[in-house]
């Protein structure tokens, strides 16, 4: 019986692990742990002295990043105000109803035509505004701001300011001119208190034309709390009217526009690429992006329905990826685009970055075959439209790196086949995307652990499909070609009440990161480059209301990359296993799933020898006898631990540091034990003993 047991053990996870003795026909875990508690005890065989042949390029730590949601505007972009050309239409109405419904009070601005989300700076002085189309100093729209004969009259809005650094702000604004005295006041005042003014400044503009006016404000200590709003209001007075346009307020610590805590974060995920792409490429045109910000067209990103201001753009990234060491990777756009279009892209690329010599990596377009994406070519016509851009590209850029789009692994044989009929040399690598919601299960009413321990199986998964993904690529006349992971992502939908699944921002995502990593790893020969979702927002980093910090997954990406690994380095195990019938649905069955899972490789030199570790289990610590052959480590190693309470635990603007990476030093030799604790990724740094 006992023997029975030690062979395979069935659990069936409904509301906790639980023991059945006999399985279900519905979602299962299957472990294969042996049953006594002593053999929990796993042995680990690094075979650092066999000759070292699998290169591990850097470029599997890509990152991402899109102008979705706050990553760029909010985000990165260090500009405090929103809608700062006055526009409408910046939003679709499903935007609109959300900030409402969050803001009651933009009711009532709007009602007085006010752009959103600006507001009256008294709303019971009534309508003093007009909007003015066609006479702008940005895009199409001014606002008229007519002041009473007593008082001020002007406009608002609610920002969070970055006391915690800065307390010196600069401004730009656009006037013109109409009537009255010429006095301008800006100012920051207590929220919703106009009387109440922090600091201010007076402008004279009385010129009957468009003119550029800056100003800087000042704040005393104390005088704004941390994540607490402030107004930032533009005031006319004594019966003034003017025309106001294309407003800016930043820190003053700002990097060319970008915001210095983001800046500083970034730099040290050590991403070697950081990809400029997404669904907003189909319908992007890289020439609204460039020249002086301030004419730059606020537009609608028509991707994701909220506003592209154009102030961050091609200049901008490459300024980006220089402060950050990471090298441009940019999608090009194949939806509404152009193959001239495209071409004159890479050249103003290759001739405002760095050496100037191009060779850059170059994506034909993203997700196209998606019908979200504008301008998709049906599978028919995919083929010939990425020739047709590869040949408009090769002309200018002779060397430039190209990836061509290719399908998800669920999906992916017949429209990689029509990219891959396309002549040798069309393209260098076939993109795969992997954004999974981590709750779509198979099974029915699943419990939560059930969920967990199924996505933490994905990566195990998918290792199997991008097999068959090359073997398709390999039996082409593209042999040489390669996997490009231009996006990869682990979330959650909006969740029924009472469950609760891994998603990108809580530590079950950080297990899911690592697993995908340590999948890379050993399969970096096949996939070489990988951009993960994204530097900002989703597992990268986040800001709100102006606090920046990491999710979880941020925290695995930087311990992996900044450990430099090179090459891979062979290791056994007789850790347990589990395998996942019926779990989520893009790959609901998976087998062989390591419960600990161990990577080896060698760090940036050969005196350094790195082990990626990710304990999955929800409940067990694992304690592993580690033996070395042929490297004799020093007696201290650095170990960093990525782990907390629960899995759903994360991190955010109120508590920024909740997860993070923990530094230890646990003393080592060619033999010793470590204990894992579970949920958790390990990442141990030794160093040889020089002989």
Not at 251 to 279: W, Y
Not at 567 to 582: A, H, I, K, M, Q
Not at 614 to 643: C, H, M, W
Request: glycine share 8%; net charge negative.
């Amino acid at each position: 019986m006992r023997a029975k047991a030690r062979l395979k053990k069935k659990l069936k996870i409904a509301g906790s692990l639980s023991l059945l003795i006999a399985a279900s026909a519905g979602g299962q875990i299957i472990d294969q742990s042996p049953d006594s508690a002593q053999d929990t005890r796993i042995h680990v065989h690094v075979h650092a002295g066999q000759a070292l042949s699998t290169a591990i390029p850097n470029t599997i730590f890509g990152s991402f990043l899109e102008p979705i949601g706050y990553s760029t505007y909010g985000g990165l972009w260090a500009e405090l105000l929103a809608n700062p050309s006055l526009e409408g239409d910046l939003w679709s109405a499903g935007h609109v109803a959300t900030m409402v419904r969050e803001r009651p009070e933009l009711v009532g601005a709007s009602q007085l035509d006010l752009p959103l989300p600006w507001e009256p700076l008294q709303a019971g002085q009534g309508n003093r505004y007009e909007p003015r189309w066609g006479d702008a100093a940005n895009s199409q729209r001014s606002l008229l701001i007519m002041a009473l004969p007593e008082g001020e009259v002007g406009i608002r809005q609610r920002i969070y300011l970055p006391v915690h650094r800065v307390l010196h702000y600069k401004g730009s604004l656009w006037i013109k001119h109409v009537s009255g005295p010429s006095s301008v006041y800006v100012s920051l005042r207590e929220r919703n208190t106009p009387q109440h003014i922090f600091t201010d400044a007076r402008i004279t503009a009385d010129r009957d034309e468009w003119t550029k006016y800056t100003f800087e404000l000042e704040l005393k200590p104390g005088e704004v709390g941390h994540l607490e709003p402030a107004d930032f209001v533009i005031a006319l007075r004594d019966d003034a009217r003017a025309l106001v346009d294309q407003v800016s307020l930043m820190p003053a610590d700002n990097v060319d526009g970008m915001d210095p805590e983001v800046i500083q974060m970034a730099r040290d995920l050590k991403s070697p690429l950081v990809r400029f792409g997404g669904n907003f490429t189909s319908s992007y045109h890289w020439r609204d992006g460039i020249g002086p910000r301030d004419k730059r067209i606020s537009q609608l990103n028509r991707a994701w329905n909220i506003p592209e201001y154009n102030t961050f753009g091609t200049d901008e990234f490459l300024r980006f990826c220089e402060l950050v060491g990471a090298q441009p990777q940019i999608a090009l756009n194949l939806g509404s685009g152009t193959p001239a279009e495209a071409a004159a892209w890479v050249q103003y690329v290759n001739e405002h970055w760095k050496d100037k010599k191009g060779g850059l990596l170059w994506e034909l377009g993203n997700e196209l075959w998606g019908n979200w994406n504008m301008g998709y070519p049906p599978r028919e016509q995919i083929g010939t439209r990425t020739e047709q851009f590869s040949e408009a590209v090769r002309k200018v850029d002779p060397g430039a790196q190209l990836i061509a789009t290719g399908d998800d692994e669920d999906f992916y044989h017949d429209w990689n086949a029509a990219q891959l009929a396309t002549p040798p040399g069309t393209f260098e690598y076939l993109s795969t995307h992997f954004v999974v919601n981590d709750n779509r299960v198979q099974f029915k009413n699943p419990s939560n652990d059930f969920i967990a321990l199924a996505t933490f199986a994905l990566p195990a998964g998918l290792e199997g499909r991008l097999k068959e993904m090359m073997e398709q690529i390999k039996e082409s006349s593209h042999k040489e070609a390669r996997i490009a992971f231009t996006e990869w992502l682990f979330t959650a939908d909006r969740e029924p009440a009472g469950q609760a699944a891994p998603n990108f921002n809580n530590l079950g995502g950080a297990i899911d990161t690592a697993g995908f990593l340590n999948m890379l790893l050993r399969n970096s020969e096949m996939v070489p480059i990988s951009d993960m979702t994204g530097v900002l927002e989703f597992a990268g980093i986040w800001k709100k209301r102006e606090q920046v910090y990491g999710a979880p997954g941020y925290w695995v990406l930087r311990s992996y990359a900044e450990e430099v690994p090179t090459y891979l380095v062979p290791v056994d195990t007789d850790g347990p296993t589990y395998s996942v019938e019926n779990g989520i649905t893009r790959l609901p069955h998976i087998e062989g799933v390591r419960w600990l899972d161990v990577v080896a490789a060698q760090g940036i030199s050969a005196n350094k020898l790195v082990l990626f570790c990710v304990n999955r289990s929800l409940t067990q610590d694992y304690r592993a006898a580690i033996q070395i052959e042929g490297f004799r480590p020093r007696p201290r190693a650095t170990a960093k631990t990525i782990t907390a309470p629960s899995i759903y635990s994360e991190n955010s603007e109120t508590d920024p540091n909740a997860i993070g990476a923990e530094t230890s030093y646990p003393q080592v030799g060619p033999d010793f034990w470590y204990i894992f604790p579970h949920a958790s990724v390990v990442v141990i740094e030794l160093e040889r003993i020089e002989r």
